[in-house]
């Protein structure tokens, strides 16, 4: 038989509208009586009716969560931290992964709204700007992570991209490095054109000149990275070392170095961006710029909630910072 709300009132010793109370997170409601409800419910297993309190204008307790690949472990993390913080202050999370494709990206906006979300989280580049100008003019929240788009009225968590990117290439700089290739999978994101921007800083400030044939776009895939690493050591005026733009791209040109029998650190230097779980599983370790993804994840859960929950008006930036972690992958240059 299916648990009711008078069967919590009945088991709590309280009345429906107490439990109505607690799950809408409206009134006063002591915290005991509160938590004995909440203990009660989830021993039932009972779940409150989304749908009809959406309908009345009530929370459904939900947030969407729009990433652009699954497949990407620093997504996959930060789809993670988003998670666990939402259920920390008692929200679930719908997460939809859009392939970067502007069609499935409007789908899952569409089918979002049609479950009533609270809010949405965005993680990708968020190509259809306007779906979701229409969510903040209909008062749906929408925060941004990882992730910029100055023109939104939208809150957003990203990492110091600039100083990451300073941080990478003034590290191989410093170790007597003077051909750094730069490999990206999109120049046209805010991220990577600030990393791409932190990058050519260090160049001029050690007077090193900027080599546009240094910078290389690549497929968001090893095997893509690969192909262009690959390209790229072929020439006798190959680079002594790579800053990837994320670990994805620097396993991959960690696998071109080896292919063509480039023994890295020793012959090669590369630097990763992110710090997910491939660089400690990578051969050599790599040396790799951390982004604090969980601190990324939890605040942008926090600022979507207070949106949700009219304790604030004014759109927010917050800009974490990111670390330079350095493990096996790059070494000083020989000779420096």
Do not use: W
């Not at 919590?8 to 109370?21: D, F, N, Y």
């Not at 202050?89 to 709204?113: A, H, M, P, Q, W």
């Not at 209909?138 to 910029?148: G, N, S």
């Not at 050690?206 to 690969?226: I, M």
Request: charged share 25%; aromatic share 4%.
């Amino acid at each position: 038989m299916k648990t009711t709300i008078y069967d919590i009132a009945r088991l709590a010793g309280v009345s429906i509208a107490t439990v109505s109370k607690v799950f809408n997170d409206k009134g006063r409601i002591s915290e005991e009586t509160r938590q004995r409800v909440l203990q009660i419910s989830e021993e039932l297993s009972y779940q409150p009716n989304m749908l009809a309190s959406a309908l009345t204008g009530k929370k459904t307790y939900t947030i969407g969560l729009l990433i652009p690949d699954l497949v990407n472990p620093f997504f996959a993390e930060v789809s993670r931290s988003v998670e666990d913080r939402a259920h920390e202050l008692g929200f679930n999370v719908v997460i939809c992964n859009t392939d970067n494709d502007s069609n499935k990206e409007n789908k899952y906006i569409s089918l979002l709204r049609q479950k009533s979300v609270d809010g949405i989280i965005v993680a990708t580049g968020a190509r259809n700007e306007e779906a979701l100008r229409e969510l903040i003019e209909q008062r749906i929240p929408v925060a941004l992570i990882a992730r910029e788009m100055s023109s939104l009225p939208a809150s957003s968590v990203v990492v110091d991209d600039f100083a990451g990117g300073y941080s990478a290439a003034s590290y191989l700089i410093a170790a007597g490095h003077e051909r750094i290739a730069l490999i990206a999978e999109n120049l046209e994101v805010s991220s990577s054109k600030e990393r791409l921007r932190g990058y050519r800083q260090a160049l001029e400030e050690a007077r090193l000149s900027y080599d546009e044939n240094l910078v290389l776009v690549s497929d968001f895939s090893v095997q893509g990275s690969k192909q262009t690493a690959l390209k790229l050591l072929a020439t006798d005026s190959r680079p002594t070392a790579i800053f990837a733009c994320n670990d994805i791209l620097a396993i991959g040109a960690i696998q071109a170095a080896r292919e063509l029998g480039i023994e890295v650190p020793e012959d090669l230097s590369v630097v990763g961006f992110d710090n997910t779980i491939l660089a400690t599983m990578s051969d050599p370790p790599m040396t790799t710029v951390a982004q604090p993804i969980q601190e990324m994840g939890h605040q942008v859960v926090d600022l979507i909630i207070q949106e949700i929950n009219n304790e604030k008006k004014a759109r927010q930036r917050v800009v974490l910072l990111p670390e330079l972690i350095v493990r096996g992958s790059a070494l000083p240059r020989a000779g420096s």
